[in-house]
């Protein structure tokens, strides 16, 4: 009765069923093993975060570049502070309101983006204190450039003067005629009244919508799998009954039932 397995047909049928399986086990396995480096990523943050608060700060140049185990340890700068900027449409437990950025120029020639503190309501220069004279020394957690769309950062262009949408030294170097650090720091301490900004995670650590997606890309694959083995024994199972009732005779169409019957190898005999 399932001699048909070995036509041509049933050939390619089978390999493609035996194909398609391991490929969506594999692909279903990559995808989970994705989201549990992300929950472990999520964990590391949330221990690191803890240790970054209570950790020494130590000077910003030992610390560069940042990335995943530097973001959001304390560093120190020295330096003058020179050109202020606002950064507009930023929250801060639920409000609305803006950041006060500063930059300050370092001993190396290059400025490093301070966020001295965030105001609410709309980003007015006259509402934003001005920033210390003289030399002085900054302590705050290290963050890494911003990318518009990430975190809550906007994208919006044709900003007035002095403002800008991102703390990114990208678009920072083109305000200012010397360099930029390709970072920036928020103070332990909001300056002159102002609340302090705290630090954020890491781009890709944490349990975002990117984390959910990997897990939802699991059960979708092991869905498919199933849904191979579901549609292989049905169309298994529709081929033997056919050619049963063909043998009895209970197929109306004569031909289709010799066919399918010497296809099988089986004696059309009724």
Known sequence: MYRFLL?????????????????CVFMGSWQLSRFEARVQEHRTATVQAASNR?????????????????????A???????RQLLVPDRELDGRRGFYVLTLLRTGSGKALPVVRGWLPGTADPAKAPAPPRGEVTVTGALQASETPGD???????????GQTGAISAASLVNLVPYGVY????????????????????PDNSGLDLKAFQNLGYTGEWFV??????????????REAEYLRDAE???VPDAGRAEEATAEAGTPTGV
């Open 76 to 82: 120190t700068a020295t330096g003058r502070y020179d």
């Open 151 to 161: 975190n809550g950062v906007g994208g919006q262009g044709g900003l007035p003067a």
């Open 54 to 74: 209570t950790g020494a700060a130590r000077p910003l140049d030992r610390l560069l570049p940042v990335d995943q185990r530097t973001s959001g340890k304390r």
């Open 224 to 237: 498919f799998a199933g849904f191979v083995v579901f549609m292989w024994f049905r169309l298994v199972r």
């Open 7 to 23: 036509t041509p047909r049933w050939w390619g049928i089978n390999v493609l069923a035996l194909l398609a399986v391991p490929f």
């Open 182 to 201: 390709d970072a920036w720091i928020t103070l332990d301490r909001g300056d002159s009244g102002m609340r302090a900004v705290p630090a954020t995670a």
């Open 248 to 250: 009895l005779g209970l």
